[in-house]
């Protein structure tokens, strides 16, 4: 599967962003999907996953409450809403798909997007 990540930028803290990824491939419904991010001088971290169906996610500690990751599977995309945001939400974010389980952890992901630059001003 091919993923293209979009919907970066910037924007002041306490605002909104959406972030999309689209799919390439018929089978896009088979995969989970989930959302990384690396910050200036981090490693990259997970943010959000979300299963085949859609009905089950999980999210970040860091992020829960403010971010929501959704998927459209008629569409081949998956979303990632982000309100309050705040500097340090400042990072390059990927997309991620896993045919298997999703791990939080980078290693264990199949498949990356290119990234998509979000950048949050105090």
């Known amino acids: 599967v091919q993923l293209q990540a979009s919907g970066g930028g910037l924007v002041q803290a306490g605002g909104s962003l959406r972030l999309s990824c689209a799919a390439s491939?018929?089978?896009?419904?088979?995969?989970?999907m989930a959302w990384f991010r690396q910050g200036p001088g981090k490693e990259r971290e997970f943010v959000a996953s979300?299963?085949?169906?859609?009905?089950?996610?999980d999210y970040a500690d860091s992020v829960k409450g403010r971010f929501t990751i959704s998927r459209d599977n008629a569409e081949n995309t998956v979303y990632l809403q982000m309100n309050s945001l705040k500097p340090e939400d400042t990072a390059v974010y990927y997309c991620?798909?896993?045919?298997?389980?999703?791990?939080?952890?980078?290693?264990?992901?199949?498949?990356w997007g290119k990234g998509t630059q979000v950048t949050v001003s105090s």
């Open positions: 979300i299963s085949r169906s859609g009905g089950t996610t």
């Open positions: 991620a798909a896993n045919f298997i389980e999703m791990p939080r952890t980078p290693s264990g992901v199949h498949y």
């Open positions: 491939g018929r089978t896009f419904s088979s995969y989970r």
